[in-house]
């Protein structure tokens, strides 16, 4: 009798005997990275918990958790691929709007960056005075080590007078270890380990930072800097009252009692308020204030309208020289097209912002490549229509290669035999381009054009690196002729005199709501394109 073959083997065998047919270092690789995502999370808690922030250690706690509980198991295969997303979505995209949103209704910005209980504790400190009789420091100033000199946080290396050696920062005075630390012969430390010693050149020209340092010392004194070389211990001149959430400042005899008002201690009777300000709730305020306010209001709706103006006239500049250029250069005719249109994306390859450079340049009034070859004398980025015209013809050759991409694709994928139906049937070239050609090119081009509009409605680096939003009116200074709303909401936020972030925040608020009106508009009518199919 023949022998029954063996049947082949079957190769969803392993899984359907529930066996694990991975190999031993596949499993030493993932928990090994595990693992490390274990430590990164530690470490990540220990330092939000030194800052103080326990919302960072719940969220950065859950997300350790959720990559444990999905990458341990065999289980959720799906949320093994969705969870990077959805970490990535949540901390890059869903957290900053909620900030933005959040911040719209604060005062944040100079002088109201912290809490209320913050600024008060700064405003005490700041007020130490010397106590007559003390003894000082010895100090040398000093950052972190790898720290920049010019910007990174000032700490005091300190000698006291018994020989004892401290390090003196805005949030108080811990000891610092002998092993490794040299002291001068003028009593001061020259070398520690962790830090960056600041010599005299440097140390001056962080004279207004030292200044404004002051390290806390038990309950009520703290520490301040007498020149570079010593300190002082010395007591507040400012006490608060929880009770009745005042001031009071006893300085040479006078009594000064503060209240507070708009986010600052303001005195009592009227004066001049302290500078340390905090954040707090103003409601609708800033919403109200672009609304309300002449002066903002004014420059709102005048960038605005520029903002529309200069988003339409980009798309549609780019999208008719790219569309005019696709059809040129898609006759089945012509020769060397391969060659033609490497060099018109060329401008889509270099970088945007070298482009942005070199037109400014270009755009000199004195010494520029376009008042020297056309023989003008156009102050083209200080006058305020020339500037917007340079801004239009800049743009225009950044973005004509994009389009002229886009319309080359949609133009090729169009069937010649639908032309060719239109030319028996009499139509000449531009009856056929209009009612055969163009509204077949809308279906694909038109999601693309209501992206570019978005694109350009905030299209912050081109006009920042051109014109940086001027020329200016020396009346206001605050809004450019050629500002966007994203670059005026920029300048609020971090330029000028009172740098204003909750202000800027309700901007952006409102540029996310004209946009995503005008997107949904626009995709709703290029739906109707898809009945050309």
């Not at 050696?165 to 811990?174: E, I």
């Not at 608060?240 to 009692?257: E, H, S």
Request: aromatic share 10%.
């Amino acid at each position: 009798m023949a022998a029954v073959p063996a049947s082949p083997k079957d190769p969803l065998q392993p899984l359907r005997l529930g066996t694990d047919n991975t190999p031993w270092w596949a499993h030493a690789i993932k928990w090994g990275l595990l693992g490390l995502i274990l430590l990164a999370g530690a470490y990540v808690i220990q330092r939000v918990i030194s800052n103080g922030s326990w919302l960072g250690v719940v969220i950065t706690a859950f997300i350790v958790m959720c990559v444990l509980a999905v990458y341990s198991t065999r289980r959720a295969v799906p949320m093994k691929y969705l969870l990077p997303g959805l970490i990535l979505l949540v901390t890059l995209q869903i957290w900053p709007i909620v900030y933005t949103v959040s911040t719209a209704f604060t005062n944040y910005g100079q002088g109201h960056t912290l809490s209320k209980e913050d600024a008060t504790a700064r405003t005490i400190a700041d007020s130490v005075q010397e106590i007559p009789g003390s003894e000082r420091y010895k100090m040398s100033v000093a950052v972190k080590e790898g720290g920049d000199p010019t910007t990174a946080e000032l700490f005091m290396l300190l000698v006291k007078p018994d020989g004892t050696l401290h390090v003196g920062s805005k949030d108080g005075l811990t000891d610092l270890a002998k092993d490794g630390v040299e002291v001068g012969g003028t009593g001061k430390i020259t070398k520690a380990p962790g830090y960056t010693v600041l010599n005299a050149k440097q140390g001056n020209a962080r004279s207004k930072d030292l200044d404004a340092l002051t390290v806390p010392v038990g309950k009520q004194g703290g520490l301040k800097a007498v020149g570079l070389s010593q300190a002082f211990e010395g007591a507040p001149t400012i006490t608060y009252d929880a009770k009745a959430d005042t001031l009071t400042q006893v300085k040479d005899g006078k009594t000064t009692v503060y209240v507070p008002k708009n986010a600052y201690w303001s005195p009592k009777d009227g004066g001049q308020a302290l500078p340390t300000g905090w954040k707090e709730n103003v409601g609708f305020k800033n919403f109200s204030n672009l609304l309300t306010n002449e002066t903002i209001r004014a420059g709102f709706l005048k960038i605005f309208l520029w903002n529309v103006a200069f988003a339409a006239i980009s798309v549609l500049s780019t999208f008719f020289l790219g569309m005019l250029l696709a059809l040129l250069f898609n006759d089945d005719k012509l020769k060397g097209k391969g060659i033609y249109r490497s060099i018109l994306i060329l401008p889509y390859a270099i970088p945007g912002f070298v482009t942005a450079l070199v037109w400014a340049s270009m755009f000199n009034q004195d010494f520029g490549l376009v008042n020297s070859l056309t023989h003008l004398h156009i102050d083209w980025l200080g006058n305020a229509w020339a500037a917007k015209a340079a801004i239009l013809i800049t743009n225009l050759w950044l973005g004509f290669p994009y389009m002229f991409l886009v319309c080359t694709g949609a133009l090729q994928s169009i069937p010649s035999d639908v032309k060719e139906a239109a030319k028996i049937d009499g139509a000449n070239a531009f009856r056929t381009l209009r009612s055969i050609i163009m509204p077949l090119l809308l279906v694909a081009v038109g999601p693309l054009l209501i992206a570019s509009f978005a694109f350009n409605f905030n299209n912050f680096s081109l006009i920042y690196l051109l014109t940086q939003g001027g020329p200016f009116n020396a009346s206001d200074t605050s809004i450019g002729s050629t500002d966007l709303l994203i670059t005026y909401a920029f300048r609020l936020a971090f330029s000028g005199a009172s740098p204003n972030i909750g202000l800027a925040s309700a901007v952006c608020i409102f540029i996310f709501m004209i946009v995503a009106a005008m997107s949904y508009s626009g995709f709703r009518r290029t739906a109707s394109l898809e009945e050309i199919n």
